[in-house]
DNA sequence: CTGAAAGCGCTTACAG
DNA sequence: CTGAAAGCGCTTACAG
């Protein structure tokens, strides 16, 4: 591999004039500057990054940690959106991106290998329960980071995700205006750091506005598997009046939630309307496709990365949280109230 | 952060001493050691890897580059778990990995990000179409590397994938024994570098086994997605004689496969078998569940990262394919032919 | 067993 | 505009 004393030989001038076209810094002459660009092409060189880095003190890359406990696979099509968004960006602005998906008890020993070894520059963490990061650590740290995805504003600066709130809003009204009025939530856990408390204030908002209640007894919890949604469903559609409609806070419960209903012999639409949350592929594999609140989490990934990349380069000492839109996607599970 | 002259000084010994106990060296006193690790852990001291790796020409990160072609993402959560083995085993051998999942046409500059920079030890590819890897390039550069995954086995060594073969021949063999006698096959495409050739090898064998005779017109072609499944079983069971059994080369083309029989009025498993590969979350979610080969990305990534580090560390040379087990899971999809 | 010194490949004042 | 020199934080012969 050549370095950068090669590249000064075959030019024909000193490591430092090869150093300032590198950084393509302006008192160069054009003549060195174009017999540099022609060893550097004729060696095929490219800067070490970690001697780069060590007199820098900017290694060009970033660490991504997600969390990656097996029980939670049900985020994936999610998740790898929203690292493929990071990715993305990362790789626009030439940085690589260091990936960590230790388990929780590994997570100190994530930490150790990518803040103390000096090895990235920033950080994009994706929070789904809580205590997974540890602010305190990182704070401490001084480390620019950003968190996307599912974190709820319990930190109300550098993190972006979704409008949760407007989503929750979105389905319930639209369920309200097909005419039902008792509408049971299959809700998610209440230790997840995804934004429950939002969303619930959706659904008590667009209730409020459509003149009906919102009543606790329809509030069934899961933990975000296809099989908590089956039980919900369960829960809420053995009630002495049961609900016409049904919102559940991701796609997965919206499935189990069907089966269940279909078990009972309840045809959806016609006797059970239905509706998740995320859109992930799977919506429309079942049958019939499933009604839901679509998310964009590549958009997510991007601009974690964008703004992090902001905040590294001094641009930005802090941002105030980013919230992404959602968007309504009407398929086959909702139907007028009859 | 502190640096290896602090620890020095605050031990009082020279760097150089550090430096051995860092590395373990037997010939350090017993003394001078626990002063160093006193110091190192009053300090919270860690290694700055840049600058170990400038000297050492060790980076302790590996490289895995995954493709990420939206339009393949079918594979996502077998792709995870490749990833996430990837990940565990680099972990617990105190390395990072640096992730790429750039697309095709920024391949390249994956490579110069990763390869040219100095900035791995060691690479592991995943690959589905042919031609995403550069072969060449890579051997010239000399880089250890492992092909993880899909791989067909073009280049039989250094690469780690499931029983292909053995799969294929699993599933038709337990077709063949509930007594069906006209078995479809919706098959991956064909410039895949999945091993489409191995498992119809292992479909062959198996119907010879069987005394039952191949057809090619018992073969359908589709592209892994769920759509394609569909169109592919259309062919299939509009045939003048049609098959009561259909092998789909992975759970997505089975389950749009059973789409378009349910659509026609076929009961499923009454009237149709069906019988899927991977054994992807999405199999237990449709109704019935999907039987199907069972195969162990996690496992692969694993062992792929494993070999990679004996590769690296040199302990290996090179080392012939390696062919991870395969098992059949019956499920509801299956039933004997009437 | 211990430490001074050179070197890994770069960048950045600084002097010319 | 150009280059000699110091320094980033480590490791590794080498001499003691």
Excluded: W
């Excluded at 709820?152 to 639209?174: F, K, M």
């Excluded at 049904?246 to 279909?262: K, L, Q």
């Excluded at 839109?325 to 009407?330: D, I, R, Y």
């Amino acid at each position: 591999m050549a370095t950068i004393y090669d590249v000064a030989r075959l030019a024909n001038v000193s490591i430092t004039t090869v150093s300032k076209v590198l950084s393509n810094t302006p008192y160069v002459s054009a003549r060195s500057k174009q017999r540099v660009q022609e060893a550097m092409r004729q060696l095929n060189y490219s800067p070490n990054l970690a001697a780069r880095g060590l007199s820098n003190k900017h290694t060009y890359v970033i660490g991504l940690i997600v969390p990656s406990d097996p029980d939670t696979s049900f985020h994936d099509p999610f998740l790898l959106e929203i690292i493929r968004g990071v990715e993305s960006t990362a790789n626009t602005n030439d940085y690589n991106v260091l990936l960590s998906m230790s388990k929780q008890t590994n997570r100190r020993s994530a930490y150790r290998r990518f803040l103390h070894t000096g090895y990235i520059d920033g950080l994009v963490t994706v929070e789904t329960y809580q205590g997974e990061i540890n602010d305190k650590e990182l704070d401490e740290h001084g480390i620019p980071r950003v968190s996307a995805g599912y974190r709820e504003d319990l930190r109300p600066i550098n993190t972006v995700h979704c409008d949760d709130r407007l989503g929750a809003y979105q389905a319930v009204s639209y369920l309200l205006s097909l005419g039902h009025r008792r509408i049971g939530i299959i809700s998610g856990p209440k230790n997840f750091v995804v934004a429950i408390e939002a969303r619930l204030q959706g659904v008590r908002e667009a209730l409020a506005e459509g003149g009906a209640e919102f009543d606790q007894r329809l509030v069934s919890y899961g933990d975000f598997t296809t099989e908590s949604g089956y039980r919900a469903a369960q829960a809420l559609l053995t009630l002495p009046e049961r609900p016409s409609a049904i919102f559940a806070m991701n796609d997965r419960m919206a499935v189990g939630a069907m089966r269940y209903a279909r078990e009972q012999g309840l045809r959806i639409p016609e006797d059970l309307s239905l509706i998740g949350f995320d859109d992930v592929p799977l919506t429309t594999i079942v049958e019939p496709p499933l009604t839901t609140i679509r998310q964009f989490p590549n958009m997510i990934g991007k601009t974690a990365a964008d703004r992090l990349f902001a905040l590294i380069n001094g641009e930005l000492e802090t941002f105030p949280t980013i919230v992404l839109p959602v968007e309504l996607v009407v398929r086959g599970t909702t139907r007028k109230c009859v």
